[in-house]
C-alpha cells in the first residue's frame, strides 16, 4: 500500500510538471511574470500616440488620420502643403491643403527618400468623377494621429447632460454640460435660401473628416469642391452638420449652405466633447 502511495503522488508530481511545461511552451511565462513597465513579460509596450478620440473598449480599433497645421489660411495666402498624384515631388501637385484639413490615411508609403501618406477617400463622395487621380501628402508637412473614426447613433436614449444650441439670431453656437457653459463661439449658419433647419434635434453620426462636394440637389445649385472637412456633427438626415470651415473667415454671419460652420480650432475642440445622441437646438 506504502509502495502504491508513493507510486501516485510522483504520478500527480508528473502530470502538474508536463502540464506547466505544456504552458510555457503554448503561451510563454506565466502571466503574473512581469516586464517592462509592470505589463506581463512578451507583452510589448505600446508608444503613447496621441488620439482624438478614446475608444470606449481598450481593444478599439484605431485609424489614421493627418491634420494640416502650418500651412496657407483660407485664401491661399502664404505657403500651401500640396497634396501630389503620386509619391514625390516629381508627380504634380492635385490640390493645396489649408490650415484645417482633416484626411484619412491609406498607407504610408516612400518616395524620393521620404515618407508619403497615401490619403483615403469617402466611400460615400458624391462626385467620384472629380478625382482623377490618387492622393499623396508628405509626411512631414502634416500631424499625424490616431483616432476610432465614424461614431453613430444605434439607438437608446442620450442620458447625459450634455446639450448645444445654435442661436441664428446672434449667429453664436453655445455647449452646455448641465448648467455650465463649455463653449461660446461665433459660427456661420445657412445664407437666405440654404437655411439651416430650426428645431430639436440630435447628433446621429460623427466623423473627424467628410469630402463635401456641391451642387446638392433640391438645396443649392452652387460648385464646391472641399476635401477634409473636419470634425463632422450631423444632426439632420437631410445633411445639416456642425464642422470646421478651413475655406472662410466669416464667422459670425451667415455664410454656409444650410451647415453650421465653426474655426477649425473650435470644431475641434466641440467634437472632443461631444458624443452622439447629444440634442442640438437651433433657434431663431
Not at 156 to 170: T, W
Not at 199 to 212: A, H
Request: net charge negative; hydrophobic share 40%; charged share 20%.
Amino acid at each position: 500500500m506504502e509502495q502504491l502511495h508513493d507510486y501516485k503522488a510522483l504520478l500527480a508530481i508528473t502530470a502538474v510538471a508536463c502540464a506547466a511545461a505544456f504552458v510555457l511552451v503554448m503561451w510563454g511565462p506565466p502571466l503574473w511574470q512581469e516586464g517592462a513597465a509592470g505589463l506581463p513579460a512578451g507583452v510589448a509596450t505600446l508608444p503613447q500616440l496621441p488620439a482624438t478620440t478614446t475608444p470606449e473598449e481598450p481593444d478599439a480599433e484605431l485609424f489614421q488620420y493627418i491634420e494640416v497645421v502650418e500651412s496657407c489660411g483660407p485664401y491661399f495666402k502664404g505657403a500651401c502643403v500640396n497634396m501630389r498624384s503620386g509619391p514625390g515631388e516629381k508627380y504634380p501637385v492635385v490640390l493645396r491643403l489649408r490650415a484645417g484639413v482633416v484626411l484619412k490615411v491609406a498607407d504610408t508609403v516612400e518616395g524620393e527618400g521620404r515618407e508619403w501618406y497615401k490619403i483615403e477617400l469617402d466611400k460615400t463622395v458624391r462626385y467620384p468623377e472629380r478625382v482623377v487621380s490618387d492622393w499623396y501628402v508628405a509626411a512631414d508637412t502634416v500631424e499625424l494621429f490616431y483616432d476610432d473614426g465614424d461614431h453613430t447613433l444605434e439607438g437608446g436614449a442620450y442620458l447625459g447632460q450634455k446639450r448645444i444650441v445654435i442661436d441664428v439670431s446672434e449667429q453664436m453656437l453655445y455647449a452646455y454640460d448641465g448648467d455650465d457653459l463649455f463653449m461660446k463661439e461665433a459660427i456661420s449658419t445657412g445664407l437666405e435660401f440654404t437655411p439651416t433647419p430650426r428645431g430639436t434635434f440630435g447628433i446621429y453620426k460623427m466623423t473627424p473628416s467628410r469630402y463635401m462636394q456641391g451642387p446638392l440637389p433640391g438645396v443649392s445649385d452652387q460648385y464646391y469642391d472641399l476635401p477634409g472637412v473636419p470634425w463632422d456633427l450631423y444632426f439632420t438626415k437631410d445633411g445639416a452638420v456642425i464642422h470646421g470651415a478651413y475655406w472662410h473667415d466669416h464667422f459670425g454671419e451667415q455664410w454656409s449652405h444650410g451647415c453650421v460652420n465653426l474655426p477649425t480650432d473650435k470644431a475641434k475642440e466641440l467634437y472632443l466633447w461631444a458624443a452622439v445622441g447629444i440634442p442640438v437646438t437651433v433657434k431663431n
